[in-house]
T-cell receptor, first 113, second 113 residues
Framework: GDSVTQMEGPVTLSEEAFLTINCTYT??????LFWYVQYPGEGLQLLLK?????DKGSNKGFEATYRKETTSFHLEKGSVQVSDSAVYFC????????????FGTGTRLTIIP | DAGVIQSPRHEVTEMGQEVTLRCKPI?????LFWYRQTMMRGLELLIY????????DSGMPEDRFSAKMPNASFSTLKIQPSEPRDSAVYFC???????????FGAGTRLSVL
């Protein structure tokens, strides 16, 4: 079946450090790929998405590129802030008839000043 | 739009009691999802509906759990009888078909004593 594997956490970085959270997927066909973020005490919210190979999703300084050849969708940010502390989930879905999201296990990120 | 609205935000109950969680999806969305999140098991999809019809309930842990969607603007998740191992944060999410993006409520934190 379809699955998403993401980097084990927790991850702790200093403010202004470079961030990478790895995500790879296994799927039959070509899914859409997502990064969701969950801030403390809140529900998940969409951070960025990409719907086809070589697409780059970006938002709030975060970026991720859909790499079909490596089945990956790694999340990056050049300079993290304390406010980026949250849990990050990679996910995939096949639209049009199956809206279910398959999530990774989540990566907890803590940024220290 | 007010987003996905869940109630109550917090619920504390005793083992054996019935618990009802409520969700109002975003107007116009045709998919509704119920998730459970715990430290041990992460984020789990319990059940989802399309146009008020249950599509996949394979994630519902046992017969003590039931979910209904009587109309497009309301859904309930009921646990009867509740047990301490049901303690978790329960999220409701909604989406529009073809978009692939799910919008999450703030969650209900359930504690069963």
């Amino acid at each position: 079946g379809d699955s998403v594997t993401q980097m084990e956490g927790p991850v702790t970085l200093s403010e202004e450090a470079f961030l990478t959270i790895n995500c790879t997927y296994t799927a039959t066909g070509y899914p859409s790929l997502f990064w969701y973020v969950q801030y403390p005490g809140e529900g998940l919210q969409l951070l960025l998405k990409a719907t086809k190979a070589d697409d780059k999703g970006s938002n709030k300084g975060f970026e991720a590129t859909y790499r079909k050849e490596t089945t990956s969708f790694h999340l990056e940010k050049g300079s993290v802030q304390v406010s980026d502390s949250a849990v990050y989930f990679c996910a995939l879905s096949f639209n049009f008839g199956n809206e279910k999201l398959t999530f990774g296990t989540g990566t907890r990120l803590t940024i220290i000043p | 739009d007010a987003g996905v609205i869940q109630s109550p935000r917090h619920e504390v109950t005793e083992m054996g009691q019935e618990v009802t969680l409520r969700c109002k999806p975003i107007s116009g969305h045709d998919y509704l999802f119920w998730y459970r999140q715990t430290m041990m098991r992460g984020l789990e999809l319990l059940i989802y509906f399309n146009n008020n019809v249950p599509i996949d309930d394979s994630g519902m842990p046992e017969d003590r759990f039931s979910a209904k969607m009587p109309n497009a603007s309301f859904s309930t998740l009921k646990i009867q009888p509740s047990e301490p191992r049901d303690s978790a944060v329960y999220f409701c999410a909604s989406s529009l078909s073809g978009g692939g993006i799910q919008y999450f409520g703030a969650g209900t934190r359930l504690s069963v004593l």
